[in-house]
């Protein structure tokens, strides 16, 4: 059982969720209010995230081998072709629940198994486009949960760029989690969530929504990644840097929680920022990376 939940990177799942759970809650801000339906969309990202990461772990098996060889697959726990079939039936699952909800979300959720399964087998074996098209899937993830509400997905869907320039940092990071960077690369990568925290300022005072809640969760976002990427300034060695990955994909939620506090209110922004408790004492036992 342990196995499966490293593979599948349970923690993370949760963060999955508090994409679309924020999303939901923004678009629907000017509409209906959520329905219970949105449960689809929830589990339907958690499906799609799961797929992801096991297909990740299967293209990797080789590599992982020499480098990690304590996974699941090069530890021989689960055999790669089972977890080839678990990552197909995962992907398979999401797109089914989001094509229940609607055509529309099918299709968000079509392009973000696209990008996912572009990114395993192809765009991570290189820098750039390796980066840009991991952080395309959780600006696509938002995106999912925008769509449970089309008539009001484009006046936001604007806002999946600070979810995509967050994961641009996050995923250049990780990229030195195995042989260590030189604290100049640091240093250039924290000016990307330096930049988003001066993109929500700014925004919030064009909107004239800088309340002191608002004020909160950008403050409490800027010290997570403050926390996050000091240490491996300080000592760029993949162990602080590997640290640096995992809080960077929970202060996520703390950015995905700034910005649903300046559109729909601090009690929405509070249950989204509430996802990083559950996250991280899974991820006590549970390797997030």
């Not at 219970?36 to 797929?51: E, F, H, P």
């Not at 330096?194 to 929504?209: R, T």
Request: hydrophobic residues 55%.
């Amino acid at each position: 059982m342990k196995a499966y939940l490293q593979i599948l990177r349970v923690p993370n799942l949760v963060t999955s969720a508090g994409d679309v759970l924020a999303g939901a809650f923004i678009v629907s801000s000017v509409g209906q209010g959520l329905s219970g339906m949105v449960w689809l969309l929830l589990v339907s990202s958690i499906l799609l995230y799961a797929g992801g990461v096991v297909l990740n772990d299967v293209m990797d098996a080789s590599l992982d081998q020499i480098e990690r060889p304590e996974r699941p697959i090069p530890s021989g726990k689960i055999s790669r072709s089972h977890a080839l079939m678990l990552a197909c039936f995962l992907l398979a699952g999401g797109l089914a629940l989001a094509a229940v909800f609607s055509l529309f979300s099918f299709y968000v959720a079509l392009a973000l198994v696209s990008s996912i399964v572009l990114y395993d087998t192809w765009a991570k074996k290189y820098g750039i486009p390796g980066t840009l098209v991991m952080a395309l899937c959780r600006g696509l993830n938002l995106w999912l949960g925008l769509s449970f509400l089309q008539e009001h997905f484009w006046d936001f869907a604007f806002l999946a760029l600070l979810p995509f320039l967050h994961i641009i940092g996050v995923t250049a990071l990780s990229r030195g989690e195995n042989y260590g960077y030189t604290r100049t690369t640091i240093l250039l990568i924290a000016l990307i969530p330096f930049g988003i925290l001066v993109w929500l300022i700014g925004f919030g005072m064009i909107k004239d929504s800088l309340s002191l809640i608002v004020l909160f969760f950008i403050a409490l976002y800027g010290f997570v990644e403050g926390f996050a990427l000091y240490p491996a300034i300080r000592e760029p060695k993949p162990a602080f840097i590997k640290r640096g990955v995992k809080y960077g994909i929970l202060s996520l939620l703390l950015l995905n929680a700034a910005i649903v506090s300046m559109i729909d209110g601090g009690l929405h922004a509070l249950i989204v920022a509430l996802f990083i408790v559950v996250s991280s004492w899974m991820a006590r036992t549970i390797a997030m990376t």
